[in-house]
């Protein structure tokens, strides 16, 4: 896979941030989440204009991360139905795994409000194509979800990409930029690769953050945008692209 530095966060003279400190700080496991998407070359322009006092996670002298999810779902592809019809009860459940680090989570994602999601998560290691959940694992999805056929979930994407965290003390909130982005299919492998776009993630609660006001300065705004969805739809042409349609054809298409 490509590899797309973005440049400008490693390169801008932040002051770290442990990730300890940054989850101490700025949890935000119920929060807001704002998404953007931004050719590379333009998110380098406006990083540059962070507020003072923003600071970067760093872990082992590096601040940009490699993240690898995988997604799970039924048969039917209930979560990827439900997330894009915008049902109230929608979920999505992963297993993420931190490159550096060398550890990886089994989390459930749930909408606790309009606006608002809720994450719970626990180790667990990797999966892959094939992979079963594990009598834990479906017991703990199944115990967070009230979904009686977790056991039954399946490995159908993998998104990798690498990831730069930034932390906002003005607000004490989050906000991430993620490069390298590609999404893989499973079982089939099949792969989708944009290294020249950025998705810029706030993490906030109900106030927007500096980031999300610096973006709208600039006439950008959020997008519906799911990794998930957005790669089942450009890899599943069967699917119907539901709410990810207009960024699909903006973003992903040829």
Request: proline share 6%.
């Amino acid at each position: 896979m490509s590899t797309t530095s973005l440049g400008a966060v490693t390169d801008l003279d932040l002051a770290p941030i442990s990730l300890d400190e940054l989850v101490d700080r700025a949890a935000l496991l119920t929060r807001v989440d704002r998404k953007y998407v931004l050719p590379v070359d333009r998110a380098r322009e406006l990083l540059r204009e962070l507020p003072d006092g923003t600071r970067v996670l760093e872990i082992d002298h590096r601040r940009e991360l490699g993240y690898r999810s995988t997604y799970l779902d039924t048969a039917e592809r209930t979560s990827y139905t439900d997330a894009g019809r915008s049902r109230r009860r929608r979920w999505k459940v992963r297993t993420r795994s931190y490159l550096e680090t060398r550890t990886s989570w089994l989390e459930v994602k749930t909408r606790v409000a309009r606006d608002q999601s809720h994450k719970q998560r626990v180790e667990h290691a990797p999966l892959s194509s094939g992979s079963w959940l594990g009598v834990e694992g479906a017991g703990f999805v199944a115990a967070v979800l009230d979904l009686p056929t977790a056991a039954a979930l399946r490995p159908v994407l993998t998104t990798h990409y690498r990831r730069s965290t930034l932390y906002l003390p003005g607000s004490g909130t989050r906000a991430t930029v993620d490069v390298d982005l590609a999404w893989e299919s499973l079982p089939d492998h099949r792969v989708l690769e944009r290294p020249g776009l950025a998705v810029v993630e706030t993490k906030t609660g109900a106030t927007p953050s500096e980031v999300d006001r610096l973006l709208w300065r600039h006439g950008h705004r959020p997008v519906r945008l799911s990794k998930y969805g957005l790669g089942m739809a450009a890899l599943h042409p069967e699917l119907p692209p539901l709410k990810w349609y207009r960024a699909l054809h903006r973003h992903l298409a040829p």
